[in-house]
T-cell receptor, first 114, second 109 residues
């Protein structure tokens, strides 16, 4: 039982390049989330998927797209990377969207855009 | 959305009990109070959650007064490994929870 896995762990991009961050969970959770965390700050929600087949914007969705590929996988795409997107990206999942169900977080992807 | 206020940082020594208080004056009737812990270079980890009164698990206790406008996370006998950032979150749906900057706890030997 690996929990939530993310790939890659580290990535360096040049401005304007694109990339996809991958996330998978093996806990049969319905809801999945993508957050970003800037240095010294808390996590901010980028997008979430309450259930398979649905996605919704979070607090900071601009510059990102997501795909809920199936129940296990939720990817985050940067179409044209910008230095402002330099951050640590965390994927999380929970059994359901409602709060009594805790979130499980992945180890994060550290992205640098030059 | 229920806004939370918690201390930016706290210091403690090994073996002491640490209490971190979170203020949430506009908590809604259906909101739960959830605490997460985050170590450097790791994702947050769930610690404890409650709705009212007191909740205890193997790592912490959560005290919630009757008016629910604040809550206190209690860590008994902290060790160096408890050095982390602790987030207090209040809400009903996970996508509406706000992590904020948390409380940075430093435990000294």
């Amino acid at each position: 039982n690996a929990g939530v896995t993310q790939t890659p762990k580290f990535q360096v991009l040049k401005t304007g390049q694109s990339m996809t961050l991958q996330c998978a969970q093996d806990m049969n959770h319905n809801s999945m989330y993508w957050y970003r965390q800037d240095p010294g700050m808390g996590l901010r929600l980028i997008y979430y998927s309450a259930s398979e087949g649905t996605t919704d914007k979070g607090e900071v969705p601009n510059g990102y797209n997501v795909s809920r590929l199936n129940k296990r996988e939720f990817s985050l795409r940067l179409e044209s990377a910008a230095p402002s997107q330099t951050s640590v990206y965390f994927c999380a999942s929970s059994l359901a969207r409602q709060v009594p169900y805790e979130q499980y977080f992945g180890p994060g992807t550290r992205l640098t855009v030059t | 959305l229920a806004k939370t206020t918690q201390p930016i940082s706290m210091d403690s020594y090994e073996g002491q009990e640490v209490n971190i208080t979170c203020s949430h004056n506009n908590i809604a009737t259906n909101d739960y109070i959830t605490w997460y812990q985050q170590f450097p270079s790791q994702g947050p980890r769930f610690i404890i959650q409650g709705y009212k009164t007191k909740v205890t698990n193997e790592v912490a206790s959560l005290f919630i007064p009757a008016d629910r406008k604040s809550s206190t996370l209690s860590l008994p006998r902290v060790s160096l490994s408890d050095t982390a950032v602790y987030y207090c979150l209040v809400g009903t749906n996970t996508d509406k929870l706000i992590f904020g900057t948390g409380t940075r706890l430093q435990v000294f030997p």
